[in-house]
């Protein structure tokens, strides 16, 4: 992409041609690469439906490569998880500069670190629940009884770095977690013990950095695990969630506060738990790359506000030109200083 090459047409006034030519970043090498691939297929027939010169790339498959040497003018982001959801595959967009959808490196890399998210969003007095941090190690029966009298007998068990509840678990007794802990390092050296909530899950997406309506998610699993995202049948999405106008934008003013919080921009969604025992939102992570499959939260969200999947695509889409924006600034910041 040249620098002569930015274009700042207005998002209404925004024709297919204007994009240019558009790589969909799917699949990946992280453990939710099953749903990045569905993801991005569904993202890229909406392109072409709308008319986008649009194309599929996989990192894996085609190698990095392929997004800097085939001339794309911008990158629709839908890798999840990690190197497409922490800060690396924007990382290096920014250095060939190509816009890319979605929030940028610092933000993207924060966000996918559940402990440092939590420990950011405790020091700006944003409520979350209690939680610990495990490292990699075996646990003794001893250790692990500790850690659930610490957080009051019942924990999530969460590897930091990954997403889609991908290596997730419940534990209420010390064989249960050392168990658990055992599983969740699998996939990360870091482990994080949440205090379990007892309550409803409630997601808001976040478009333009505006509040979407919310979402109630109600699942028969113990929690909404993997299988109950994407493969199973009985797992029920509220939208409206049944709250109150004076609930619902109470949660949309702290969902907006979370996610600029953490230098947050674009796209993406909050989850929560609504405690039922303090009656208090309890702030459980952000998603800067979320799901975009037929059962996925945000498209939800977006056809209850009246934005149609192809819009809700392009909509994303358009979070590049802020990119756009921004990588031109620094390029000649930097031809200005050399």
């Given at each position: 992409?040249?620098?002569?090459?930015?274009?700042?047409?207005?998002?209404?006034?925004?024709?297919?041609?204007?994009?240019?030519?558009?790589?969909?970043?799917?699949?990946?090498?992280?453990?939710?690469?099953?749903?990045?691939?569905?993801?991005?297929?569904?993202?890229?027939?909406?392109?072409?439906?709308?008319?986008?010169?649009?194309?599929?790339?996989?990192?894996?498959?085609?190698?990095?490569?392929?997004?800097?040497?085939?001339?794309?003018?911008?990158?629709?982001?839908?890798?999840?998880?990690?190197?497409?959801?922490?800060?690396?595959?924007?990382?290096?967009?920014?250095?060939?500069?190509?816009?890319?959808?979605?929030?940028?490196?610092?933000?993207?890399?924060?966000?996918?670190?559940?402990?440092?998210?939590?420990?950011?969003?405790?020091?700006?007095?944003?409520?979350?629940?209690?939680?610990?941090?495990?490292?990699?190690?075996?646990?003794?029966?001893?250790?692990?009884?500790?850690?659930?009298?610490?957080?009051?007998?019942?924990?999530?068990?969460?590897?930091?770095?990954?997403?889609?509840?991908?290596?997730?678990?419940?534990?209420?007794?010390?064989?249960?977690?050392?168990?658990?802990?055992?599983?969740?390092?699998?996939?990360?050296?870091?482990?994080?013990?949440?205090?379990?909530?007892?309550?409803?899950?409630?997601?808001?997406?976040?478009?333009?950095?505006?509040?979407?309506?919310?979402?109630?998610?109600?699942?028969?699993?113990?929690?909404?695990?993997?299988?109950?995202?994407?493969?199973?049948?009985?797992?029920?999405?509220?939208?409206?969630?049944?709250?109150?106008?004076?609930?619902?934008?109470?949660?949309?003013?702290?969902?907006?506060?979370?996610?600029?919080?953490?230098?947050?921009?674009?796209?993406?969604?909050?989850?929560?738990?609504?405690?039922?025992?303090?009656?208090?939102?309890?702030?459980?992570?952000?998603?800067?790359?979320?799901?975009?499959?037929?059962?996925?939260?945000?498209?939800?969200?977006?056809?209850?506000?009246?934005?149609?999947?192809?819009?809700?695509?392009l909509k994303v889409l358009d979070t590049s030109f802020e990119q756009q924006d921004g990588l031109f600034r620094d390029a000649i910041q930097t031809q200005e200083k050399g």
């Open positions: 992409m040249s620098l002569s090459s930015i274009d700042h047409t207005s998002q209404a006034s925004r024709l297919p041609a204007d994009y240019g030519k558009v790589a969909v970043a799917y699949g990946g090498f992280s453990a939710e690469r099953e749903i990045s691939l569905i993801s991005g297929e569904t993202v890229y027939q909406a392109l072409v439906k709308a008319g986008v010169d649009a194309y599929k790339v996989d990192p894996k498959v085609d190698g990095l490569s392929a997004l800097t040497e085939q001339g794309f003018d911008r990158v629709w982001n839908a890798l999840h998880g990690r190197g497409g959801e922490d800060g690396v595959i924007q990382g290096f967009l920014e250095l060939h500069q190509i816009p890319y959808t979605g929030c940028g490196v610092m933000a993207s890399a924060i966000a996918m670190d559940k402990l440092r998210t939590k420990l950011l969003w405790s020091a700006q007095g944003l409520p979350v629940a209690k939680h610990l941090m495990v490292t990699t190690g075996e646990l003794s029966e001893s250790e692990a009884q500790a850690l659930l009298d610490e957080l009051n007998g019942c924990v999530m068990v969460k590897p930091i770095h990954e997403g889609s509840s991908v290596g997730m678990a419940r534990a209420d007794n010390a064989a249960q977690l050392q168990q658990a802990v055992a599983d969740a390092q699998q996939f990360d050296t870091e482990i994080m013990l949440e205090q379990w909530i007892y309550g409803e899950e409630y997601t808001v997406s976040i478009l333009d950095g505006k509040a979407l309506p919310s979402i109630r998610v109600k699942t028969p699993h113990a929690f909404y695990d993997f299988t109950a995202k994407y493969k199973s049948n009985t797992t029920e999405y509220h939208c409206p969630s049944g709250l109150t106008q004076e609930e619902e934008s109470e949660l949309a003013e702290l969902s907006e506060k979370a996610f600029k919080s953490l230098g947050c921009y674009g796209w993406g969604r909050v989850d929560f738990m609504h405690d039922s025992k303090t009656n208090k939102w309890l702030l459980l992570e952000v998603n800067t790359v979320p799901g975009m499959t037929q059962t996925s939260l945000v498209p939800k969200a977006a056809k209850v506000k009246g934005i149609s999947f192809e819009q809700l695509v």
